[in-house]
């Protein structure tokens, strides 16, 4: 650690007080022109943007505020010139006149009526001189000057002298340093505010050597403050030779107390070429006589030079050996020995006080680890006063951001526990967060006192926005509130947006201070209003960031793609075009592709997404994306592959595993799409094989049980039904068996084996089946074991989303036993329900359901010549018991046709019937919904109109299906 850190008012401190304070040229004081400068900037700003009121309004405030100066009258002059009003212009002028009537610049701006545009008149040199001046263009000022009679002129001299102080304003010093140089060398006499300015100057650009010369022959330029300066440059030049006659040469005599103490400190660091220099000094404040001793005993005992040591102990307290010990032992690098010695020192009744230099002494030696330990063994600081508390808490903090690890756990709890009072806490702050501990900062500043500072609450924000992004806005605002328009507004920006609070980080851009965002904030304002939908503001930061000639890289067109009116596809387009061709991003694909999907170009939108994909490999979302595009672009091929890529990447996510289920399903490939439907289950979550997993949550179990029947579904080859009717008379009321024949009981067991549908087909396409059927026989027997048949079959069902089945089957009789002949049955069905919540298959969800069908039934025999109808209406309530079992009342509505072969004519049939049923479902697992269903039912009918004898007839009903 450098001995220049000990200075409380460093060279950057001390030189800009100069540079800050404007010459009094002609008629315009310092003081005046500090007053009227907010004025002309802000007329300066209105007139560049065209509005006149306030640029008249500001130029004409500056003028009564300096009511005789010629400044003032030109920059008023001008400006009406500016907005075509020329009159007005030559009356503030003339008024000017009056009271200066020699002055050049007024002659140089009667020019104005000239064509000055090329002419070398020095009237025409200076009106281009100083207009360039305002515009901020010092080389075309400067080289107006170029010419040397113009020059050598008033109206030159006066430019070169108002070039000097617009270069000082614009911060540029190397021609401010040459416009007074020019001046000094022309004859010209520099003013003392100008030579102020200058010397200034010199020590800004460490021109030490120009800057001694100017203040030799300037005694004006001999104030303590300006001497103690120089010493500074020189120092922090390392020159220490001049420093140390630099310093012979001078006794300034200083009014504060902190002055004296700099150059006391600048007199220790000459110490070892010239010790007399500090001993010798004669101190004006008493509080320095220590301060003197303690820098003069160490040079002292390191030249064993006694007398010079005795003569600083004796201005030190009675007895305070311990301290020259202690500057033994540093000097030695015995830092151990030191620290104990500085540990007795504080220890003492006062010695709470030496701890400032006692621990900046150890930590300046190179001893830091020993300096944060004395430091720690006095904290908190208990009856010290506030400032000197918060100046311990600030070395600390130095030490801890340069070696964070000296501090161990005992160290850091001590620390993290919030003093006692706001004060000393947002001294606190600064430490904690130099130890990186962030709840520690939070603690601190769990107040919220206002009192705190714009940075500790920056310091608040940077430890929240991650675990508590909202909280951590908070802090940015009271930060920004405190210090508006600069880092801390910006801070807050960032934060809101990344809090997603966008309407306060568009807001926070809004009080940003221009002059300090960079392009960077300007694009990152740009970001926040797209995410807060405002394309306007967005189009007006991007427009701002094209001002500044940003770069116009891939994010600014992506910007400007995002931005663009939502009607403008075809520029928004563009935009994302340039972007990809200075830098291919699956983001910009994306969009891309989302505008062509919005044209209607699906198989342009694909491709877009396709590369996009390819960009981004391992995002799953898009690849995801590709799939649903490729879908809506007819290309289910080619959509498979991405979304089993999509799958892969993120295997949990049941939107995926669903998509290929049907995809797989679509394609024909039912084992692969049933291995995706047990995925689509386990994901659900809660997997056991009871019906009532779900109770608590319908929506789950319905959507559980669908997945279970699909998955059942699939794994089906072979189906078995059968079906049993006993009833009191003969009737033929939905004979679903053998369509036609009355029955008063019969009898059937079909097997169904199911062909794998090809690729694009319904998954019930085509099964082969056989069944034998029998009924009560010509005598009307209650049981049904006459005139048995056999049939064998085809079942073809074309539409997916129809459930409408073709038939064509042979029958043989068996054993003749009825006298019919083999015959050919050509059948068509249809059910349907209305909905899934009527259908007739088992319902996870509620306490019940209503189920209602209509089924349809035409049959035609070619040998017998006969044709069959059937039109069936039912509709009831299955009441669940437990054990997935039901007890279902049902009512029926039915009407059958039938016409007879051989000119027999025909009959109908209509009837109603009300009955119940009771059901059970039996054979769920993990993944298949119940496998078989048993039935046995009840049913009194009762014929309108009926080709039959009897009108009323019970059934007994008995059926199921494994």
Known sequence: MSWRSVLVLPLALVTPAFAQQPARVNDVSAYRRFLIYPHQQRAFAAMKAGDQATAIAEFTRARELAPHSVATALDLAEAWRHFNQPARAEAVLAEQRRFTPDDPRLAAHAAVARDCTTDPAASCRAQRGYDALRAGELARAQGELDDAAFARSDAGVALRRALAQRAIYLGDAARADAAFAALQAGGQTLQPAECGQWFA??????????????????????SPLQQLAMAHALADAGEDATLVSYLAAHQPVFTREAQERQWLYLLAHAESARPDLLTRYRVRFAANRPVQARLALPGALARDDRSA?????????????????????????????????????????????????????????????????????????????????????????????????????????????????????????????????????????????????????????????????????????????????????????????????????????????????????????????????????????????????????????????????????????????????????ARYYARLAQVQRQRGELAQAAASLERASALAPQDAALAAALGYAWLQAGDAARARPAFERAHQLH???????????YLQLA????????????????????????????AGDDRVALERFNLRRLHEDLGRRWRILGDLAIGDSVSSAAN??????????????????????????????????????????????????????????????????????????????????????????????????????????????????????????????????????????????????????TLEPFVRLQ????????????????????????????????????????????????????????????????????
Not at 927 to 939: C, F, K, P, W
Request: hydrophobic share 40%; glycine share 10%; charged share 20%.
């Open 667 to 694: 394609g024909g490939d039912r084992a692969q799409a049933r291995l995706y439907a047990a995925q689509a289950i386990d994901q659900l979550g809660g997997n056991g094989p009871s019906a009532q997993d779900d």
């Open 201 to 222: 100057l010199l020590l800004q650009q460490r021109k030490l050597e120009f800057a001694r010369a100017l203040q030799e022959a300037h005694p004006e330029l001999q």
């Open 309 to 585: 040591a005795q003569r600083a102990l004796a201005q030190l307290p009675a007895g305070d050996f311990g301290e020259a010990r202690f500057g033994l032992a540093l000097r030695a690098g015995r830092f151990d020995e030191a620290q104990r010695q500085a540990q007795r020192l504080v220890a003492r009744r006062d010695g709470a006080q030496q701890l400032d230099a006692l621990s900046y002494r150890l930590v300046n030696a190179g001893a830091i680890a020993q300096g944060k330990q004395l430091l720690m063994q006095a904290y908190p600081f208990a009856g010290d006063d506030a400032a000197h508390t918060g100046a311990m808490l600030q070395r600390l903090a130095l030490i801890a951001a340069a070696q964070p690890t000296l501090f161990d756990a005992g160290d850091r709890a001590r620390l993290h526990a919030p003093l006692g009072t706001t004060a000393l806490r947002s001294a606190q702050v600064p430490l904690l967060a130099a130890l990186g501990d962030c709840d520690g900062v939070r603690l601190a500043m769990g107040d919220f006192d206002p009192s705190y500072p714009a940075d500790r609450w920056a310091r608040l924000g940077h430890c929240l926005q991650d675990a508590h992004p909202g909280l951590a806005e908070f802090a940015y605002a009271q930060a920004s509130q405190r210090e508006s328009g600069g880092e801390y507004t910006r801070a807050l920006a960032y934060q809101a947006h990344a809090a997603q609070d966008y309407a306060a980080a568009l807001a926070a851009w809004g009080r940003a201070d221009p002059a300090q965002m960079s392009d960077a904030d300007r694009l990152a304002a740009a970001t926040t209003a797209i995410a807060a939908a405002d394309r306007a503001r967005a189009r007006q930061w991007l427009d701002r960031y094209d001002a500044t000639q940003g770069v116009r890289d891939d994010r600014y067109w992506w910007l400007r793609a995002q931005s663009t009116d939502p009607t403008d596809a075809a520029t928004e387009e563009a935009a994302l075009r340039q972007a990809i061709a200075l830098r291919p991003d």
């Open 651 to 661: 295997p949990d996510d049941p939107g995926l595993t669903r998509q290929l289920m």
């Open 736 to 885: 679903a068996i053998a369509p036609g024949v009355s029955y008063r009981s019969y009898a059937q067991v079909e097997a169904q084996y199911r062909f794998d549908a090809p690729a694009g087909g319904d998954e019930n396409t085509l099964a082969a089946y056989a069944r034998v059927f029998a009924g009560s026989g010509a005598q009307g027997d209650w049981q049904p074991v006459h005139a048995p048949r056999l049939g064998m079959g085809v079942h073809w069902k074309p539409w997916r989303s129809q459930t409408i089945v073709f038939s064509a089957e042979q029958q043989l009789a068996i054993g003749r036993a009825d006298g019919r002949r083999s015959d050919t049955l050509l059948r068509a069905s249809g059910s349907w329900t209305g909905s899934a919540r009527f259908s007739d298959d088992w319902h996870p969800q509620g306490r019940g359901w209503f189920a209602q069908n209509i089924y349809v039934d035409v049959a035609r025999y070619l040998r017998a010549r006969q044709s069959v109808a059937t039109l069936d209406y039912q509709w009831g309530y299955h009441r669940k018991l437990p054990a997935a079992q």
């Open 895 to 962: 009407a059958n046709g039938i016409e007879r072969g051989h000119g027999q004519g025909f009959g109908h049939d209509l009837r109603a019937g009300l009955g119940v049923r009771w059901n059970l479902w039996y054979g769920e697992s993990r993944y298949d919904a119940y496998a078989h269903r048993v039935r046995i039912g009840l049913e009194w009918q009762h014929a309108f109109t009926s080709y039959l004898r009897e009108t009323n007839v019970v059934f007994l009903t008995v059926g199921g299906q494994w």
